[in-house]
């Protein structure tokens, strides 16, 4: 089966730290710029972090810019979004996509996508 898949989200306390995973099956994410996006209650998704095909191109929402960081680890076929010092307002299901643009170039959204998979939620909370 072709999936991305999510995980690690929970529930986090407001100056804390999660990590959230984006693993492949099926097929090899060297060949795609990997986005996570952020769907908030009662919102549509928006994007929150963009890593390029090599890793050399990366872009942060302001909202989250000082506090996230996007990775890749080729070994493991995996792309982590690292939630540090997380908000209330980062609360909501977190997905990630995979889209054939080599270079990220300060988007956080794309006009196609060859993947995306079904989110993990996060809970922000005290």
């Known amino acids: 089966q072709l999936q991305l898949v999510e995980s690690g989200g929970g529930l986090v306390q407001p100056g804390g730290s999660l990590r959230l995973s984006c693993a492949a099956s099926g097929f090899s994410l060297d060949y795609y710029s990997i986005l996570w996006f952020q769907q908030a209650p009662g919102k549509e998704p928006e994007g929150v972090s963009c890593v390029s095909v090599t890793g050399g191109s990366i872009n942060y929402a302001d909202s989250v810019k000082g506090r996230f960081k996007i990775f890749r680890d080729s070994a493991k076929n995996t792309v982590y979004l690292q939630m540090n010092s997380p908000q209330s307002e980062d609360t909501g299901v977190y997905s990630c996509?995979?889209?054939?643009?080599?270079?990220?170039?300060?988007?956080?959204?794309?006009?196609?996508?060859?993947?995306w998979g079904q989110g993990t939620r996060v809970t922000v909370s005290s």
């Open positions: 996509a995979a889209t054939e643009y080599s270079a990220c170039s300060g988007r956080l959204s794309f006009d196609k996508y060859a993947y």
